[in-house]
């Protein structure tokens, strides 16, 4: 007959007493007695009698790892992540001992040698886990807001002189973003970005407005600054791109020139992810307008090219298959945009040796404070436009919508 749970554990409470007492002989007779009346597991009965466990299976106690990554360790690796713009781990692990190499040799940071040895071989996880903490605290909450998606990429082609090359560097995509604060009138601030495809090099200029003239101008001084011979444009349908002008200067010039589908804006997809994470991230979503702002934002752009293209690892994808309802991405490893051109074969010796003597002479540290500083002031310059009681107007006379008025924020 097999007792209930409750007789068992009042005979396990009247043993236990009697099993302290104990001799070792002793012991071993009424382990033998208990698990006659129960039907325990003689493992699981010993446990049971000698207090390790009351009601449940106990296995083994588990024994507690050393701790290798100690707080002087995440102080360091908390300081250099704030410096590369708070990047996950698997980035970050790409750049980490490029990085502390280039903040010892500026002298932004002194790292004792086991400090340096661990942060050499942390791994991507660990580095989440350990900053998940300092990640919590950044996130904005109760805010909404949209970020770039899986996008595809085609193009369709106006005039070319060259098959598109998507492993060569020179072949770019390019795409204006408004700085009008949320509501496009007047004239305000547009930033031209330029992402290379084969190597994600990023470059921004800021124009004071649409006009062809300004667009063509800032392309023409983009072009000044890549580390490659341009050989191909590739923009979405805009006036300030698809007009005379621009297309004289590709055909003059000898380049690729192509264009997007009319309403899919995720055909310039290398691009469009660039407007968030390089210009979004850096400037944000308010209205810039006068001569004042558009040199401030240049400068802030001067310093930002440097940083996003020699220090901030980016991933490209590689397959996509679709297994039933879940898609399964494969991406290499993340590299900058410099260590890709490093790599490239179509670079010729004398580019390379010019960045590489560039990167020995950044100091990522000095570059971040030097944004900072910019940003700060861009803040200050930021202006709210002048119709902001006005009621939006995209909205049909009848519905709700066109009774709200936008408001500005605290």
């Not at 390790?52 to 083994?60: E, F, G, I, N």
């Not at 998940?132 to 990429?153: D, F, H, I, S, V």
């Not at 995720?266 to 992810?273: A, T």
Request: contains cysteine; glycine residues 6%; proline residues 4%.
């Amino acid at each position: 007959m097999r007792l209930t749970m409750k007789e068992r554990k009042a005979v396990t409470a009247k043993m236990r007493e009697r099993y302290s007492r104990a001799e070792k002989k002793e012991k071993g007779r009424l382990l033998d007695e208990l698990v006659a009346l129960t039907g325990y597991n003689r493992c699981y009965a010993a446990n049971l009698l000698g207090g390790k466990q009351r009601s449940r299976l106990v296995t083994a106690p588990r024994r507690r790892r050393r701790r290798v990554y100690d707080a002087a360790v995440l102080a360091a690796l908390r300081r250099i992540w704030m410096l590369m713009d708070c990047i996950c781990g698997k980035r970050l692990v790409a750049i980490l001992p490029e990085v502390m190499g280039a903040l010892e040799r500026h002298r932004e940071l002194a790292l004792a040698t086991d400090i340096k040895a661990k942060l050499s071989t942390i791994s991507a996880a660990s580095i989440d886990r350990l900053l998940a903490g300092e990640r919590r605290q950044l996130e904005l909450r109760g805010r909404a807001g949209t970020k770039p998606g899986t996008l595809l990429r085609h193009q369709i082609p106006i005039r070319t002189f060259a098959e598109w090359d998507q492993t060569q560097p020179g072949f770019v995509e390019i795409d204006l973003v408004g700085h009008d604060g949320g509501i496009a009138e007047g004239d305000f601030c547009q930033t031209l970005d330029l992402t290379d495809v084969a190597s994600g090099w990023t470059e921004t200029q800021a124009v004071r407005n649409k006009a062809q003239v300004w667009v063509l101008r800032a392309l023409q001084e983009l072009r000044a600054r890549l580390p490659f011979t341009l050989r191909g444009i590739d923009s979405d349908n805009g006036s300030e791109f698809i007009n005379h002008q621009l297309l004289h200067y590709a055909v003059t010039e000898r380049l690729t020139f192509t264009r997007g589908r009319a309403h899919r804006s995720n055909d310039n997809c290398y691009v469009e992810q660039k407007n968030w994470s390089v210009v979004r991230r850096a400037v944000g979503y308010a209205r810039y307008e006068g001569p004042l702002t558009l040199h401030v934002l240049n400068e802030l752009y001067g310093y930002l090219r440097l940083y996003t293209n020699f220090f901030q690892p980016v991933m490209k994808l590689l397959t996509k298959e679709r297994i039933g309802a879940k898609v399964r991405k494969t991406y290499d490893a993340p590299r900058t945009p410099y260590q890709r051109l490093l790599e490239s074969p179509n670079l010729d010796r004398r580019a390379k040796q010019a960045l590489r003597g560039q990167y020995q002479h950044l100091n990522p540290a000095e570059l971040k404070r030097n944004i900072a500083r910019l940003q700060a002031r861009l803040l200050k310059l930021a202006r709210r436009p002048a119709t902001i009681n006005k009621p939006i107007r995209y909205a049909a006379p009848n519905h709700p919508w066109r009774r709200l008025s936008v408001t500005q924020n605290s």
